[in-house]
Every structure is written in structure tokens, then in C-alpha cells.
């Protein structure tokens, strides 16, 4: 049996024929044709007040973290289950990171519990949508604007996707995208989208893009020269990138029916288990849309995950698992004295395990992964 693989990067159409293009049109550097093309796909489609292409989701979870504009000690709230960006670009801040708990039937921050975590330095809520999947941001906003907070939503899993019909990444004051190889669309393998939903970060956004210069305004002929007026970095992908992300793009209603079709055959297969108690199968909530970025389920205990992954691994499928809890990470645990006790985190981190995943997965793989599983639990 070929060896099935937990993700693989594709091509969806004319990838290579659109990077052809930018380098015949002799203009790489970042902020051409295809960066404003796929920029303002994403302001039509969701209505994002401005979508700036950045080099990666990381790079627009640091934009919005300066965006903030924290002074050390300010307090920031984060869910300890995700991926270390999430924390990790707000500690460069010198803020304070607080650690939230997921929810006991979803990976996502408890918003029930939040309001326990907030002090007088509490400046930001950063949601996380894991898999895709939409946090209660009714209940963080209310807690958000009871406490006067901002809300960076990390959106890094959650293009094509909505809570109660509104796009993830719209809802709270600046989001952040990822197109990273592993996400549902890619920029040839690193990228990322910073999405501003207020007008007042909009021009301080641009120039943090921009090296620290009012370089945008310039090409836009609002001012005749163009000098260093803040901080910043070089956050723009060059056009090779955008001109990949453009094809994705292009067929991105064809990813999304695809990703969503092999997670419903998962979920079709593996229900008995769910219902027999051998395993928690991934919940959607009403509020919710599912985009396909990611089949997971939860076992019973960290040993039988580690039997199960060894198991697949024997048959050549691989199933990894993810996130190990941020708050009990070495850099964490180096540099801060709290020990927050985060139970559903602890569950989520021993527990949890990943099926593959991707465009061009066959609906026969999933089958054999589903047999595979079911032949190991029963
Ligand atoms: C992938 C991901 C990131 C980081 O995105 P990169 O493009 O890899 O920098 C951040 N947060 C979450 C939740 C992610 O899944």
C-alpha cells in the first residue's frame, strides 16, 4: 500500500503559468499586480475593510500585536492550545501573555471563562478559529467591549469560513491569516494576510508593512516624497508569491467543496466510534461553518493516542498530533512564575490526533484510514 501523507502541497490550475507572468511583466517585488488582485479579492468577497498580502501568518499576527501599541506589562489573553505565533507575537511586544482554556467540546478559548482572566492591564482577547471552526465571539465581544479590550482574531485556519454568517477574520479589530503550505490555500509555501477592520489602524498599518516609511502613500501620489516616520519591517511578499496565491484563489470554492466532502466521509466513517464512546469526534457548533481544514478527533487517553499513531504509522498513514500546551513550554515555564491548571488544554494536548488531509486526498484514502481505525478499536 502506498504511503498516505499527512499533507501535501498542490497545485490547483495555473500556478506556474501566473509566476511566469509576474516574472515576465519584470516587476517582483511585492505590492504589484497580483499582491492588489489578491488584496482586494479578499476586501470584495468579505468584506474586509483592507487586506494587506504579508509574508506569512505570523508576520500578520506581529502586525497586529504592534498595532496595539502595548506597554510592557500589558496583558494579553491567548488560548495556551495553539500554535506558538499566537503568544509568541505579542511576547515580542513585551507584553504579558495570559493563558485561557479551551472548551470541553471544541479546541477553541472558552469565552464562558474569560472574564475571570481579565485585570486592569488587560489589553487584548486574541480568539483562535481552530480547524477552521468559529470561536463564540458574541461572548468574547461582550467581554471585549465590557472591558474596553481589542480583539485580534487568529484566523490562520479559517479562510472561507463564519460565525453566524459573518466571515472569520471581519469580526474583530484586525485578523490574521495564514497560507501557509498545510493551510487549505498557499502562497507557494509561506504567506500570510493582515485584515483591518478599523479605519483608524489603517494608515499605521501600511507603513509598519512599508519598512517604517510612508512608502504606500507615495505610490498612491498622496505625498511627493516618502521618508522613515515609524517602526515597521519588510512585511510585503514579492509578486512570485501573490501570483501563486492568485491561481489558489481562483479555485478556491473547488478546494473548499473538496476539503469538506473528505471531511464528511471521516465523519460518516468514524461516527459509530464517536457513538460507542471510543473516541470524541470533532463538534461544529450552530453558530459555525466548517471549512475542511482539518479531520481530528479526540482519544481517551495519551497511551491509546500513542498506540493508535503507531499503529497507522505501521500501516503508512500518517497521523500526527498537535499543539503541545503553550503554558507548559519551555520558554514559558523559563520566564514566567504562574502555573495556570488548564485541564481541556492538558486533554486536548494528549489526546487530540490529526488525519491527513488535502486537495488532492482520494476519497479511497480516506476509506483505508477509516478502516485502519476502526480495526484498531475494535
Ligand atoms: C499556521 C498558524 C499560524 C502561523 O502561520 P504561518 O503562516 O505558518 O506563520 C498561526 N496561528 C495558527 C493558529 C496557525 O495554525
Redesign the pocket.
Known amino acids: 500500500m502506498a504511503l498516505i501523507d499527512f499533507n501535501r502541497p498542490y497545485l490547483t490550475g495555473k500556478e506556474a503559468h501566473y509566476m511566469y507572468q509576474a516574472v515576465f511583466n519584470k516587476r517582483l517585488s511585492g505590492n504589484g499586480m497580483f499582491t492588489k488582485k489578491c488584496q482586494q479579492f479578499f476586501e470584495d468577497r468579505y468584506g474586509f475593510k483592507k487586506a494587506l498580502l504579508v509574508t ?4 500578520a ?1 506581529e502586525m497586529c500585536a504592534m498595532l496595539c501599541e502595548l506597554k510592557p506589562g500589558d496583558e494579553v489573553i491567548v488560548p495556551s492550545y ?2 506558538v ?2 503568544a509568541l507575537a505579542f511576547i515580542r511586544e513585551g507584553a504579558k501573555v495570559i493563558f485561557a482554556d479551551s472548551m470541553e467540546g471544541n479546541p477553541n478559548i472558552d469565552a464562558e471563562k474569560l472574564e475571570n482572566l481579565i485585570t486592569p492591564r488587560t489589553k487584548v482577547i486574541v480568539p ?1 478559529h481552530y480547524a477552521g471552526v468559529a470561536c463564540d465571539m458574541d461572548a468574547i465581544l461582550d467581554v471585549a467591549n465590557k472591558y474596553h479590550l481589542m480583539v485580534v482574531e ?1 484566523a ?2 479559517a479562510v472561507d469560513s463564519y460565525y453566524k454568517g459573518r466571515p472569520l477574520g471581519s469580526i474583530g479589530h484586525l485578523g490574521a491569516f ?3 503550505e ?2 487549505n490555500i498557499t502562497a507557494g509555501g ?3 494576510l493582515l485584515v483591518i477592520n478599523e479605519e483608524r489602524f489603517l494608515r499605521r498599518a501600511e507603513i509598519l508593512w512599508e519598512k517604517g516609511t510612508n512608502r504606500a502613500e507615495f505610490f498612491r501620489g498622496a505625498v511627493n516624497k516618502y521618508g522613515w516616520v515609524d517602526t515597521g519591517s519588510s512585511f510585503l511578499p514579492a509578486e512570485i508569491n501573490a501570483a501563486f496565491l492568485w491561481a489558489q484563489l481562483e479555485n478556491l470554492e473547488e478546494v473548499q467543496s473538496k476539503r469538506r466532502a473528505l471531511w464528511e466521509r471521516y465523519y460518516a466513517g468514524l461516527q459509530d466510534l464517536g457513538a460507542e464512546g471510543k473516541i470524541s469526534l470533532p463538534q461544529v457548533p450552530d453558530y459555525a461553518t466548517n471549512n475542511g481544514h482539518m479531520f481530528y478527533f479526540v482519544c481517551r487517553s495519551l497511551d491509546e493516542r500513542t498506540s493508535l499513531i503507531r499503529y497507522l504509522k505501521d500501516k503508512e498513514i500518517q497521523a500526527p498530533f498537535h499543539y503541545l500546551a503553550l503554558h507548559k513550554s519551555d520558554y514559558y515555564l523559563a520566564n514566567n512564575a504562574e502555573r495556570p491548571n488548564l485541564p481541556n488544554t492538558d486533554r486536548y494536548t494528549d489526546c487530540l490526533i490529526r488525519l491527513p488531509m488535502f486537495y488532492e486526498l482520494q476519497f479511497e484514502d480516506v476509506d483505508t484510514i477509516v478502516n485502519e481505525i476502526r480495526m484498531f478499536f475494535n
Open positions: 506569512s501568518g505570523t508576520d499576527l495553539t500554535f505565533s499566537t483562535v487568529d490562520a485556519q495564514s497560507f501557509h498545510t493551510k509561506e504567506g500570510g
